[in-house]
Nanobody, 111 residues
Framework: VQLVESGGGLVQPGGSLRLSCAASGFIFSAHTMHWYRQAPGKQRELVATISPRGLSTDYADSVKGRFTISRDNAKNILHLQMTSLKPEDTAVYYC?????WGQGTQVTVSS
């Protein structure tokens, strides 16, 4: 199993980023998928969840209305569209399938 995140970077407050997670080695379309994040000195927290067919999503209160999780089961890719970014969104972002973790991608929101 491999989960490879990409799309992180440095962005100014109010900006946007789109994260991607390329999945392989398992039946992606059968799995609920999650985005988590971990800021320095803090515990890893759940950001967003999407059902196997993408019909149901859920978000942490802190990102609701700003972040959108989506998936392309034909391409085995998970996305996280992040808008109106805030400094407190700075963290390493990980995708997770309830068993495996990717290596993470750094998101830094700073002016």
């Amino acid at each position: 199993v491999q989960l490879v995140e990409s799309g992180g970077g440095l962005v100014q407050p109010g900006g946007s980023l789109r994260l991607s997670c390329a999945a392989s080695g398992f039946i992606f379309s059968a799995h609920t998928m999650h985005w988590y994040r971990q800021a320095p000195g803090k515990q890893r927290e759940l950001v967003a969840t999407i059902s196997p067919r993408g019909l149901s999503t859920d978000y942490a209160d802190s990102v609701k209305g700003r972040f959108t999780i989506s998936r392309d089961n034909a391409k085995n890719i998970l996305h996280l569209q992040m808008t109106s970014l805030k400094p407190e969104d700075t963290a390493v972002y990980y995708c997770h399938d309830n068993i495996f973790w990717g290596q993470g991608t750094q998101v830094t929101v700073s002016s």
